[in-house]
Each structure stands twice: as C-alpha cells, then as structure tokens.
C-alpha cells in the first residue's frame, strides 16, 4: 500500500479516482510529458494510464505512486519503481511548470529517495534521465547522483542512467581505554 509521505511544503499520498483531470492536464502538458517515459501521449492514453494506477498498481501492489499535492491542489505525480535498466529501484517525478525553479522537485527528489532508502530498506536508487534534461540532471546531481552509464534509444537520443548510494553508517566503536593489570 503506498504510504502517504510530507515534506516542509509537499503532500504526497495516493491517487484518488478524482484526480483524473488534474493528472491528465499533467501528462498533457508538453513541457512535462517530454521527459517522462516515451514522451507525450494522447489524451485517452494518460486516462489508461491513470486507470491503471488503480487497475494495476495499487491493486496489486506493485510500487509506490503518489499524487503530489502543495497546499491541497495536484501539482505533480512521482513514482518509485523496479527497473530493469540498472535492476534496481528508479524513482521518477514531475511537477507542473508553474512550480519549477521554486525548489519543489529537490524535496520531491529527496522524500522519494529518502522513502527507498529508510522504509524500502535499498542501497541505492537510481534514475533515467534524458542528456537534454538539463534542469533535472542539475537537480540529481545537486542531490547526490552519480553517472552510471548512457543508454542510446531507438531514436538516437540519450539518457543517463544515475545513481545515488545509501550513505553508509559508521559502526559504533567503543572507546578503548587504559588497559589494566589488576
């Protein structure tokens, strides 16, 4: 069941059948869509789509969506998912474009990977992201993500494939003291 997650100024919590047309409106929106999956699709697509985050997803229990919600509206949709590009775990984000440049995807990125890290229990996550997606491989980088290797598509374009590592934690040592001969 995908658990509802906050951050400082992010709700993220699980679809609703009512968010159809927000989460439509999203994905049809170009200067999103061009970055996610295989690109924009037509409007009776994203409406499967969102079938099948119930039908599917949610249903079966396959990995965590979330709606993304600033001060109860519908501003972006995030997902962390098995993949088989690096055979771990991706995490995958958008946010509508009236909210970029105001740090929102740095918190969005940050409870996603932080939501693999301390309840999925991975040592890493990673995250595909296309060569000419400048603000999202800045903000990735920013975050943590390191170059793992490119992947030419079918259209001979590039996408990155990142990762970032599960910082490791130091053991606790005890301290070691004056030894005695009593």
């Known amino acids: 069941m995908t658990p509802t997650l906050r951050t400082e100024r ?22 999103v869509s061009q970055w996610m999956g295989d690109g924009p699709a037509t409007e009776a697509e994203d409406r499967a789509l969102f079938g099948r985050v119930f039908s599917k997803v949610y249903a079966q229990d396959l990995f965590d969506v979330w709606a993304v919600r600033r001060n109860g509206l519908l501003i972006g949709h995030a997902e962390i998912k098995p993949t088989d590009v690096a055979q771990g775990y991706e995490i995958i984000y958008a946010l509508s474009p009236d909210v970029w440049g105001s740090g ?22 990673y995250a595909t992201v296309a060569a000419s997606n400048s603000a999202s491989l800045a903000l990735l980088n920013r975050i943590g993500f390191e170059f793992v290797r490119d992947i030419t598509e079918e259209d001979g374009s590039t996408t990155h494939v990142l990762t970032r590592r599960r910082a490791v934690q130091p053991t606790r040592q005890e301290p070691v003291g004056p030894v005695s001969d009593r």
């Open 10 to 31: 992010l709700l993220l919590e699980p679809y609703t059948p009512e968010d159809q047309e927000d989460f439509v409106t999203l994905f049809q929106d170009r200067r």
């Open 104 to 125: 929102l995807g740095t918190e969005l990125a940050e409870a996603i990977v932080a939501h693999g890290f301390d309840t999925l229990g991975l040592p890493q996550v």
